[in-house]
């Protein structure tokens, strides 16, 4: 398999005169691109000590000198940390000393975040001067960013993402698109994390595409980027997808230049509206920042599903790593064989792309064991091989006996039109196991209605109905737009949320006020 280096792509474009990157009002050509990342790069050679990790942090918005560093770290051998600008105070020295950042480039509104902390902060664009196109020699496995987890399981872990990782789905991307000189491709998802840059960034590079980049995510701003910078091409996650959705219909919506977004973790629902809306195609893909399994919707993908894994990648047994059967529905479609049917997506072939996390050996040796790659996400697949994501195994409800997983209630529960958003998790049972509880973003509803809409979902198991529901104006979420269960299981029904209860065995509620 031909592995591509970031500096290849970046060298392909360096007589490239070509208008190569937009943002705001400002643009720049591929060769004024290149020469701007050869100039830092060789002012990163004489900043850095060579005798330690040659690491440098970014906190800053997407702007053109997040991209200038980029490639300047692929030119220097330098790596290039992409630090969360929501971490604050000791969380986000944790993450700089993690990642062993010899110094942080910080835009001047995010120096304040850094202050007081035992770290060296300079200005973004303090290290741009003049110096030649001279890079050093590369290979596909040596490292170019450390990109950290959203961490909602626990502290951010810093995957380690090698010149492959990056360049080898860039210009699979944009051959498998048809994407040319001719394309814009639209980066608003933020460059710290894995989706922008590997879903979005590279595709860009490797098509020699224009790049056009949003400082920061906008549902009202993005149909009109889409127009003043002709983008055919974007990238999403799940929720700024369906924010987008969310903002008022216009009849013109599909008056512009979309040919083809691109992303993960988009709910069937949406993903349809956007493509009807604004007359373009919309395909989701599973996969993660550690880059261990990924796959693709297909056209012929039933609603709901991630679509049909790679040979290589199969479910098996959490507890005896055995393959899972296919799974089996009673006439209500309600799943009769969690039991045997729920395991993890693994990848028994290896790491795939998973190059390892930067000092945490413990985490790489649960992620790798017996020589397969383990996601920790929970699925099941039905009798034409087709996957449904059930949830994280921290997401592992255990009621009455029975393992239940996540993702299957809240789809259901987002059928309700007056519940735009919703998460579901664990709360302890006073006997044993667990209790469901769902967090709902909603308006209008009530809760005689609730119980009314959930006893008559037919493929809603009895052991599924939430014992709690909690109203809540907006899920917690990290800056990459997960949810953050953890915070809504460990304050439970302690929280100044209003609180729905179940009361007997009927499928009904009441109203509880906390005190």
Known sequence: MDVPTVTELLLARAEDHRQGLKFEDETYSWAEHVQASACYAGTLKAALRWDVPPHVGILADNVPTFSFLLGACAFSGAVLVGLNPTRRGEALARDVRLADCQFVLAEPKYRPLLDGLDVDVRDLDSLHKGAPLDPVAATSEDLLMLIFTSGTSGDPKA???????????????????????NDTVYVSMPMFHSNAIMAGWAVGLAA????????????????????????????????PLSYVVATPPQPDDADNPLRLVYGNEGASADLTTFAERFGCKVIDAFGSTEGGVGFSRTDDTPAGSLGKPTPDVAILHPETGRPCPPAEFDPEGRLVNAEEAIGELVNTAGAGWFAGYYRDPGADADRLRDGKYHTGDLAYADAQGFCYFVGRLGDWLRVDGENLGTAPIERILLRHPAISEVAVYAVPDPVTGDQVMAAIVTDTLEPAEFGRFLAGQPDLGPKQVPKYVRLVRELPRTATFKVIKRQLSAEGLDCPDVI????????????NIPA
């Open 159 to 181: 995957v380690r993402c090698t010149h492959g990782k990056v360049a080898f789905p860039g210009r699979m991307l944009a051959e498998r698109f048809r994407l040319s000189a």
């Open 500 to 511: 729905w209860a179940r009361t007997g065995h009927d499928i009904t509620y009441t109203r």
């Open 208 to 239: 020699g595409a224009n790049i056009a980049l949003r400082r920061r995510f906008s549902a009202s701003g993005f149909l009109p980027d889409v127009r003043k910078f002709g983008v055919t091409y974007a990238n999403y996650v799940g929720k």
